[in-house]
Nanobody, 127 residues
Framework: QVQLVESGGGLAQAGGSLRLSCAAS????????IGWFRQAPGKERDFVAA???????YYADAVKGRFTISRDNAKNTVYLQMNSLKPEDTAIYYC?????????????????????WGQGTQVTVSS
């Protein structure tokens, strides 16, 4: 079982930056892929970024070049650095995790590819 806790959300102005953190419990954190998803009011929960256990990264087109995902296995934490924020980045941001043995592990950019989820952190970007 893995527990995930997001932090770092808040209010930012357009063009500003925020860094989200996803802290995970468990001694096998380094073997997990971690993804970030976001959900705006009235919309679906969409993929944002992911990092695999080997350090490979994936980004949604909407955030490519502005967001950077990284991990610190010694701290059991994954970060999402968000720069050049836009009002359309406003959403609740969720981190998710899955082990390499998870049946849907190949779906790294889809919700079905993760079996553990955090509670989310609100990000609001003002224009």
């Amino acid at each position: 079982q893995v527990q995930l806790v997001e932090s770092g959300g808040g209010l930012a102005q357009a063009g500003g930056s925020l860094r989200l953190s996803c802290a995970a419990s468990g001694r096998t954190f380094s073997s997990y892929a971690i993804g970030w998803f976001r959900q705006a009011p009235g919309k679906e929960r969409d993929f944002v970024a992911a990092i695999t256990s080997s350090g490979g990264t994936y980004y949604a087109d909407a955030v490519k070049g502005r967001f950077t995902i990284s991990r610190d296995n010694a701290k059991n934490t994954v970060y999402l650095q968000m720069n050049s924020l836009k009002p359309e980045d406003t959403a609740i941001y969720y981190c998710a995790a899955r082990s390499n043995s998870y049946i849907y592990a190949a779906f790294v950019t889809q919700r079905k590819g993760y079996n553990y989820w955090g509670q989310g952190t609100q990000v609001t970007v003002s224009s």
